[in-house]
Structures are given as structure tokens and as C-alpha cells.
């Protein structure tokens, strides 16, 4: 019979390679049918992470000063602290001049504001506004806690300084937002209820001032004792009413200094009414006139968001990709 043919290693090579070839099945479809195409998924555009403001940002220093004046603000909780160990009726009496709940919401407000600032989530015309506000008001109220103490509580005299510094370096980063803004001011269209809110609140705020809050006293009355009482609300409602009058002819500077200066009235009315609940008086005997002024309070917070609704930029709640 033949003889085998010798095995080579390229042999062996070769028919390895063979076998390790994918088979292709075969198919049912008739020749010259064109394979079925693929299903094609529509793409969904996804946000776009970024600054929405439509105006400069402002400067970097002004998130070094809103943090630190944010910091120096929480020195007010310190000072009640000292205030309290002295006397305790000393220390809720102070609530109606500055209370540490008032300096804890502004620190906290003015710390997250500077943050959008930074990230461009907020035009620097409605970040002016707010900051003015605030370390304007706080800066008044610390200087009014300054005397308060030093007439009663002089060892806290010291600590209050340091909220008072925390105001004016809020004041000052508010100052840069402004010039920031200033080349670029924007009027926008606003309506009549933002001005009948802030008409109402400004007007309520101010009646609180001359309404009992506690059984025997109003805060024009305590002028004869304790002007210290009166300064800090009736500034705040002055700031309220300035940022009022500027809706019509800066809106967003307005919009942010009515929801600063809302806030700063509902809580510091608030600390009045924590004042004649538990010391000014007799305690527990607290009338409307605080009360009032909370809801003053918050009806210009109110007409400042309704306005900046109005005003804000058209593209700040969705931003999308190509």
C-alpha cells in the first residue's frame, strides 16, 4: 500500500490555524436581500455645568471678605454666651438688639451666597443687593449690641467688635458686586405685585415699630430708656423701603436687597418677640407689634423672590449641550 507522508511541524501549524477559524453559520435569507439596519438610539442632551449669570462675575476677593465677614458674624453667639453668664435677663434682653439666632441666618446666608457668586449661579447685581443688606443691617445691629453692652455687660464689648468688622466686610464684598455690576445694569419688566408686597411688608414692618410689643412699651417708647431697641428694627425697615424704591429702575439690585432685608426683619422681629417673652416686661406678656413686623418681614422676602422671577437669567434653569 502507499506509504504515509511524513508529519512536519508546519503541518501540525497549519492545521491548528484551520481548525481555530470561526464557521460562519449559514443564513436563511434569500441572496441579494440586504441585511435589516440597526436600530439607531436618539441621544439625549445632557446639562452643561457652568455660570448661568448674564453679568461680569465680580472679583475673587469678594469670597474671601463674604466668607470671613460670614465668620465674624457667628462671633455674636460668643458675645450672648458672655452676656448670659453675667445675667440671664441681660442676655434675653439683648435678643432685641441682636440676637444670635439673627447673626447664625446671616452668616449662614451670606456664606451660601458667596458661593453662587463664585460658581456664577447669580448675577452680581442681586448678590450687591443682599450683601449691602446685610452687612449694612448687621453691622448697625452689632454696633447697637456694642453700646447695650457696654452699658451692661462690658466684658462681651470685645467679642461684638468682631461682629461689627464681620458686617463691614460683608458691606465691603457687597460694594464690589456693585461695581461689578454697574456697567451692565439690567431694568427687566416687573408688574405691580412685587410693589403691592413690598408696599404691604414695608408698611407692616413699620407699624411694628410703634405697636406694644410687650404689655407696657412700643420700640419708639423705649427711646426715653433703651434706644438701642429701636435703631436696629427701624433700619432694617428703612433698608427694606430703599430697596423698594429701586424695583422699578434696578430690579435685580432690588430683588436681592428685598429678599436681604425681609429675612433680616423677620428674624430680628422675631428676637423681640423671644425679648418680651422671657425678660423685657413682665415676661410672657408680649403683644402684636413684633409679631406684625415678622409678617412685614415676610412679605417684602416675598416680593423680592417674586421680582427676581421676573428678572432672572432666561437660561439659568437649563443649560443643555450640543
Not at 52 to 73: F, I, K, N, Y
Not at 89 to 112: M, Y
Not at 250 to 256: E, F, K
Request: charged share 10%.
Amino acid at each position: 500500500g502507499p506509504e504515509p507522508s511524513p508529519v512536519t511541524a508546519a503541518g501540525v501549524l497549519s492545521d491548528a490555524a484551520s481548525a481555530a477559524q470561526p464557521t460562519t453559520p449559514a443564513t436563511s435569507e434569500p441572496s441579494g436581500v440586504p441585511p435589516s439596519p440597526m436600530p439607531q438610539v436618539a441621544s439625549i442632551p445632557t446639562p452643561v455645568p457652568g455660570p448661568v449669570s448674564d453679568e461680569p462675575m465680580p472679583p475673587a476677593r469678594v469670597t474671601w471678605m463674604g466668607r470671613v465677614g460670614a465668620l465674624g458674624l457667628l462671633a455674636v453667639i460668643p458675645a450672648s454666651l458672655v452676656t448670659f453668664g453675667e445675667n440671664s435677663t441681660t442676655g434675653w434682653n439683648a435678643f432685641a438688639v441682636f440676637s444670635p439666632i439673627e447673626g447664625f441666618l446671616a452668616a449662614v446666608a451670606v456664606w451660601l451666597l458667596i458661593d453662587l457668586l463664585r460658581r456664577g449661579r447669580v448675577p452680581a447685581s442681586v448678590g450687591a443687593g443682599a450683601l449691602l443688606v446685610i452687612g449694612a443691617s448687621e453691622a448697625v445691629s452689632a454696633l447697637g449690641l456694642a453700646a447695650f453692652a457696654g452699658d451692661w455687660v462690658p466684658s462681651a464689648v470685645p467679642v461684638v467688635v468682631v461682629v461689627v468688622a464681620g458686617g463691614l466686610l460683608t458691606f465691603a464684598a457687597g460694594v464690589d458686586c456693585l461695581r461689578t455690576a454697574l456697567p451692565t445694569p439690567k431694568s427687566g419688566a416687573i408688574g405691580i405685585e412685587p410693589l403691592a408686597l413690598g408696599g404691604a411688608g414695608v408698611a407692616a414692618a413699620f407699624v411694628g415699630l410703634f405697636l406694644n410689643y410687650d404689655g407696657e412699651s412700643s420700640l419708639v417708647s423705649e427711646l426715653e430708656e433703651i434706644g438701642e431697641y429701636f435703631y436696629s428694627a427701624a433700619f432694617a425697615c428703612l433698608l427694606a423701603l430703599g430697596a423698594l424704591l429701586a424695583v422699578r429702575g434696578w430690579p435685580r439690585l432690588a430683588s436681592g436687597a428685598l429678599l436681604a432685608s425681609g429675612g433680616v426683619l423677620a428674624v430680628h422681629y422675631l428676637g423681640i418677640v423671644l425679648a418680651s417673652a422671657s425678660a423685657i416686661g413682665e415676661p410672657g406678656d408680649t403683644r402684636a407689634g413684633a409679631f406684625i413686623g415678622i409678617l412685614g418681614g415676610l412679605l417684602v422676602a416675598a416680593a423680592g423672590a417674586y421680582a427676581y422671577t421676573a428678572v432672572r437669567p432666561k437660561d439659568d434653569m437649563h443649560r443643555f449641550g450640543a
